[in-house]
């Protein structure tokens, strides 16, 4: 049942056509296997140097996880389902949107003791922490509340911030076993000490609810790291060192080249501390993670929670079982993974390991005196597509069956090779699905033999016929900022046979936008012939006409403009933008996608008989809050997936995932104008663990969902903003259950069917 005004949506849809918005919502239901596997967070987006933190993301009591990929500074929300085993996850992107944006690091914490985990981060005026209190309620949902941008201590007789860097990560505990959160930090680089920070809230209010710090000590733990080892292995250089301190009081200015805030600021290396509790005496051992080194180094406490001591270390940690041993800074969580009721641990990478990068160990002892064993390099990512770092994927009909293919360009870190090297291939995911119901298989993951080749990532696909055969050939944009061109030798109908024929393309002349070439190959003049668009490093897109046939293509290697439609997407402040092009065709006329580094898709219209004129800018993909969650580069391409006739975008990460974004509310001419009913879709009818309910809505915003099961018993509620929501369902009762949706114009309901 629904109630619609066909004069209001008629009206919407005059306002949609006016302003030419075309709407996108994100898909993660598409399935996708691989090896024989299913992913079951196939869409997620790749990962690469996570930070790893527990938060309770639907206040059902069990703990989710809360992953903040610093290499393009995306969150990640993953919805434990509470059952057993390590396939517990589900990548929930809805909640993204509940939380501020992080800047640099993320840590969650509950420092006023609450039940609700708040957030640390870095402040805005570095070199400095910012603290968010977590103000959710049943009736208010999440609120945020900025308690502290820059964290101060004193120190002496003077106040100074309590430092953390970009690069220097501080850790947060009940240090001293008096019922606060104190922190630690690091010294400057020589000197390799712990700087302990104490919280007085106890002290001074007889309640932890409080940020009263005080420096208390230069030398925590009384060791000291080796700085600058040469043999790549982070190590402690000595304990029971003797200890300097300089004068607190201020009386001597000499005194204060020992402020720990202005020694730090000359560390020159990046590294973690992780405490954690190993043999159940109450007190904190250690966990490090160095930049210039592969292992993760426990250090032992055999003093008390009120005065740590450490006394031992073990630099293959842990040594009993399989060592943490990679290349790259090391971060350090611990979470029941299984839910077996103790808690995991996880060493993830920041850098290198870029598919193998979540290192897993399962805790066969108790939380309070764990045992790991290895269990897995890539938790969580071999559940996603993840094809390394730089993904950058295009649909196209590889095999003539007239569905939409997905080819991924990426950079994958090869760790076992000597040297260790990166290399750039093609993967291939077959559509094994129809017309209307896509699923992918990933059938090859060095299409086109690209990695003996020798390129450097990035790599960016684009395909046409350009020798009129009637098959796709291949345009291959380069981190050199050339082209190299594959001849297609298959045949129309048959699957892509490609070999390089035209290294630096066209021959003769070079197309050469500089560096990091995104090409596109359309019609973009309608002259019946495929001209190059081409995306650059420098945020700007370079039309190339093809001044030949579409039996014999001709470019010139100076485009006929290199400011295509005016766009110049440099993030401010940015000397690079790393523009990538799609031009796609609705109802006659062109509208164009542009992504670039800052982290978003910026669509344009206004392009036909435009070429030389300027694009007139109309909306983003992302939606402005979301956008600010991702960074660094994101490429997007695209084609009907659903079969509606109107094109969908692949999003490429660069975590080395990808994102699926359906069209939906296309702009129409008025010609075109019809009633839009709403819609809700809600699969698999009758469900598993969970079920997914997806919302077409011609005027978005805020509406209500409520769940009842079949005698009126209220199940659910919640308020909806988002065109898909994922609801785990796998403690309901079996039998029937309403889903009501309805925003104050118009509702709907449907069946849900519980089997278990």
């Not at 093609?426 to 390129?455: M, V, W």
Request: proline share 6%; with cysteine; net charge negative.
């Amino acid at each position: 049942m629904y109630k619609y005004s066909t004069a209001l949506f008629f009206a919407i849809l005059v306002v949609s056509a006016a302003v030419a918005q075309n709407r996108f919502i994100p898909v993660t239901n598409i399935p996708v296997t691989a090896g024989g596997h299913i992913l079951e967070n196939a869409w997620a987006g790749g990962i690469n140097a996570p930070q790893i933190n527990t938060f309770d993301l639907n206040h059902d009591g069990i703990m989710d996880l809360l992953l903040y990929d610093r290499l393009n500074e995306r969150l990640l929300p993953f919805l434990n389902l509470g059952l057993p085993g390590i396939n517990t996850w589900k990548f929930s992107g809805e909640y993204v949107d509940s939380f501020p944006r992080v800047n640099k690091w993320l840590f969650t914490y509950d420092y006023n003791c609450d039940g609700k985990m708040d957030l640390f981060m870095l402040s805005d005026m570095y070199p400095g922490i910012k603290i968010y209190r977590n103000d959710y309620s049943p009736s208010g949902g999440y609120q945020w509340t900025l308690v502290n941008s820059f964290l101060q201590e004193q120190w002496g007789s003077i106040t100074t911030n309590v430092f953390a860097s970009g690069v220097s990560l501080p850790a947060f505990a009940d240090l001293d076993g008096d019922g606060d959160m104190d922190i630690l930090g690091y010294n400057s680089w020589p000197d390799g000490r712990l700087l302990f920070h104490k919280n007085n809230s106890m002290e001074n209010y007889g309640i932890c609810d409080s940020l009263d710090f005080k420096y208390e000590s230069g030398c925590w733990g009384n060791f000291a790291l080796l700085m600058g080892s040469t043999s790549g292995y982070n190590k402690v250089g000595c304990f029971s060192c003797p200890c300097r301190e300089g004068i607190r009081d201020g009386s001597d200015p000499a005194s204060l080249n020992y402020d720990p805030s202005e020694n730090a600021k000359r560390d020159d290396t990046i590294s973690d501390i992780f405490p954690i509790d190993l043999d159940c005496d109450g007190d904190f051992e250690l966990l490090f993670g160095d930049v210039s080194s592969v292992n993760s180094l426990m250090v032992h406490n055999g003093g008390t929670p009120a005065s740590a001591l450490m006394d031992s270390q073990d630099t293959l940690f842990p040594s009993y079982d399989t060592p943490a041993v990679f290349r790259g800074f090391h971060f350090h969580g611990f979470a029941d993974l299984d839910n077996d009721g103790n808690k995991d641990l996880i060493v993830a990478a920041t850098e290198n390991e870029n598919i193998h990068g979540m290192w897993w160990y399962r805790n066969t002892g108790t939380s309070c005196s764990p045992i790991f064993q290895f269990s897995g390099d890539s938790f969580l990512q071999e559940t996603m597509i993840d094809v390394g770092e730089n993904a950058t994927p295009v649909l196209v009909d590889y095999d003539g069956d007239n569905l939409l293919d997905m080819i991924i360009g990426a950079t994958v870190y090869n760790g076992t090779a000597n040297p260790p090297n990166y290399t750039t291939s093609l993967s291939l995911f077959k559509n094994t699905g129809t017309t209307t119901s896509p699923s992918f298989e990933l059938i090859n993951n060095d299409f086109a033999g690209l990695s003996t080749l020798g390129y450097i990532s990035p790599v960016y696909p684009a395909f046409g016929d350009l020798d009129g055969d009637g098959d796709q050939d291949m345009i291959l944009g380069s981190d050199d900022g050339k082209l190299q061109y594959f001849t297609n030798s298959a045949g129309a109908g048959n699957p892509m046979d490609l070999q390089l024929s035209i290294p630096n393309f066209p021959g003769g002349s070079t197309i050469d936008v500089g560096s990091t070439s995104t090409p596109q190959l359309v019609d973009l003049n309608r002259d019946g012939k495929l001209d190059l668009v081409i995306g650059n490093k420098g945020g700007t897109l370079s039309y190339f006409q093809n001044n030949g046939t579409a039996l014999n293509p001709v470019f010139s290697a100076v485009a006929n403009t290199d400011s295509l439609g005016c766009i110049r997407l440099r993030p401010p402040g940015a000397i690079d933008g790393y523009t990538v092009p799609f031009f796609y065709d609705t109802l006659g006329k062109y509208r164009l996608l542009v992504s670039n580094m800052a982290g978003n898709i910026y669509s344009y219209k206004n392009i036909d008989n435009n070429l030389s004129g300027c694009f007139t800018l109309t909306d983003s993909v992302y939606p402005k809050s979301r956008s600010n969650r991702i960074r660094f580069n994101v490429t997007v391409s695209g084609g009907d997936l659903n079969g509606d006739l109107f094109p969908d975008i692949v999003a490429g990460q660069s975590s080395g995932g990808v994102e699926v974004f359906y069209q939906y509310t296309p702009t129409l001419g008025t010609v075109d104008m019809k009633p839009v009913k709403p819609t809700m879709e809600l699969f698999p009818n009758p469900p598993g663990e969970f079920c997914t309910l997806r919302f077409f809505h011609p005027d978005p915003g805020e509406s209500h969902l409520s769940i009842t099961d079949i005698t009126g018993r209220k199940i659910l509620e919640k308020e909806i903003n988002t065109g898909e929501l994922s609801i785990p369902v796998n403690l309901w009762s079996p039998g029937i259950y309403l889903i009501w949706w309805n925003s104050g114009k118009y509702s709907l309901i449907r069946k849900l069917l519980i089997q278990h």
